[in-house]
C-alpha cells in the first residue's frame, strides 16, 4: 500500500483539527457517528493550541509573574531582577502544548474519532480529495469545514526572521532590544506586554483613535493608562507608510497626527488582524456561498447553502473566539444527527489577557449606542473595593448594563486583576435572564473581587455597601 491509494467512507468528514473541528468531532462521535478529522497539521489542537491561545497565555502567565514581582516591591518585598532563560520559557511552552496534544490524541482515540494527516479540497458535494495523506479521497454524508483563519500581512510584505506575524513572536527566538507592533488590537497588546515584561522596548502603533477598538473605551482606559508605563511609545491615529526588511533591522515609515517619521527596530510584528482559510477549498465544487471578504455563510445551525455541509469558528465569521467555534462545532454535529439544536447564545465572553485584564459579555455600551437601545449603566469603581487594595490593582472598574424597565442584565463589563474568570458570573446571570436584583441578592465572599459585581448590581438597588448610593431624583 502506498500513500493515497486507501479511500474511506464515514458518516460525517470535518476538515479542520483546531477547537471548532475537534469540538465537533467529539460530538458527533458521542452521538455515534463515524467521524474522520482532516488537517495538514499530524497533531490536533489547531492554531489555538499551537500557534495561538495556548502558547500566548503561557507566555502572559509569566510575564505576569515578572510585573507582580516589580509591583511588590511597593509593598515591602523586593525580588532580584528575573534571570530570563529563553530556552526554558520555551520548552516550558512545548511540554503545556505536548501534554495537551496527547489528551486530544488520547479522547479521539477513546471516541473512535480517525485522524487523517493531509490536505483536503471538496471534488463534490459527497467527497473530498487528500493530498499527502495515505487516504487518497473520502466520501461522506456530511462534512463539517472548520479551516480557522490566519494573520493578515501587512501589504506588500511576509512575515520573514525580522517582520513577524503572531504565531512567529510566539517563536519567542529571542527579545530584541526594540520592537515595533502594528496594531492595537488584543493580540499586538498581549504580545507586547510579554515582551515588554522580558525587557524590549515596545513601541506601538494603531489607526484608530484609541486602543482595542469596539470595546468600551471606559474599560480600556485603565489599560492604557497602564500600558503607558510598559510601552515605550503608542501611536494613535498613525498609519504605516512603508516597512522594509534588513539583514540587522526594519525601517517604519508612519504617519502620526504631529507628521511623519522613519525609524528603525530590531523586529516588527505584524498585528492588524486575521483572515479566513476558505480559499483552495475546491468550494467552487459544492453550492457553498462565501461573500466578499472569505467568509462562509451559514444559518443559525451553522449549514451552508449546501444542505449536508457547514462551516464553523472563524472561517464563518462572527467573534474569533476558541469557545464560539467549539460550541458552533456542537452544534454542527447536532444537527447533523438529528438534535433540534442551533447556536442561540445571549452572552459570548471576551477576555483581553494583558495587565490589567479586560473582559466583557453581552450588550457592550458602544453597541447599545449605534444600536440605539436604552440601558441603564452602572459601574463599580475598584478603588471600592477591599480585596483591590490588598492587591494594588485599584484601577479596575466593573459595569453593568440593564434594561431600565424591568432591570435584565444585558451586558456586563470588567477591567482589572482575573477578569477571565469574573466575567463567567455575568455570562451565567445575562443567559439565565437574571435581573439586576438577582445579581445583588446573591451572597458574594469578602474579600473578593467578584464582590465588585455584586455591589454594581446594588448601586441599581439604590443600596451599594462600599460607596454612597446615588442620590434619586
Known sequence: MVMGDMEMKVDVAII???????????????????????????????????????????????????????RAASMGVRFAEPEI????????????????????IGLSDKRGVQLVTGTARFENANSIKLEGAEVSRISFNHCIIATGSVPIDFPGTTPGSRIMSSAGALALNDI??????????????????????????????????????????????????????LFGEIHLKTRITELTEHDDHVAVRFVTPEGEEARQFDRVLVAIGRKPVSQDLGLEHTAVVVDDRGYI?????????????????????????????TREGRIAAEVIAGINSSFDVRAIPAVVYTDPQIAWCGLTEEQAKAENITVSVEKFPWKYSGRAHTMGTTDGVTKILANPEDGRILGVGITGR????????????????????????????????????????????????????????
Request: proline share 6%; aromatic share 4%; charged share 20%.
Open 16 to 70: 479542520g483539527n483546531g477547537p471548532g473541528g475537534y469540538g465537533a468531532a467529539f460530538r458527533a462521535a458521542d452521538l455515534g457517528l463515524d467521524v474522520a478529522m482532516i488537517d495538514p497539521r499530524p497533531e490536533p489542537g489547531g492554531v489555538c493550541l499551537h500557534h495561538g491561545c495556548i502558547p500566548s497565555k503561557t507566555f502572559l502567565f509569566l510575564a505576569e509573574l515578572i510585573l507582580d514581582a516589580r
Open 85 to 104: 532563560d529563553l530556552t526554558a520559557m520555551r520548552g516550558w511552552k512545548n511540554q503545556v502544548i505536548e501534554n495537551m496534544v496527547s489528551g486530544l
Open 176 to 229: 530584541p532590544e526594540e520592537l515595533f507592533i502594528i496594531g492595537g488590537g488584543y493580540v499586538g497588546l498581549e504580545l507586547g506586554t510579554v515582551y515588554a515584561a522580558l525587557g524590549s522596548q515596545v513601541s506601538l502603533a494603531e489607526l484608530q483613535d484609541r486602543l482595542l477598538p469596539g470595546v468600551d473605551a471606559d474599560l480600556v482606559a485603565p489599560l492604557h493608562k497602564q500600558l503607558t508605563r
Open 297 to 325: 455563510q451559514v444559518d443559525d445551525q451553522q449549514r451552508t447553502a449546501e444542505k449536508n455541509i457547514f462551516a464553523v469558528g472563524d472561517v464563518a465569521g462572527g467573534m474569533m473566539l476558541a469557545h464560539t467555534a
Open 418 to 473: 482575573d477578569t477571565e474568570g469574573l466575567i463567567s458570573e455575568g455570562v451565567l446571570a445575562i443567559e439565565m435572564g437574571a435581573l439586576a436584583e438577582d445579581l445583588a441578592l446573591s451572597l458574594h465572599p469578602h474579600p473578593t473581587l467578584s464582590e465588585t459585581e455584586g455591589e454594581a448590581a446594588e448601586i441599581f438597588q439604590g443600596s451599594p455597601t462600599h460607596m454612597l448610593p446615588k442620590k434619586r431624583t
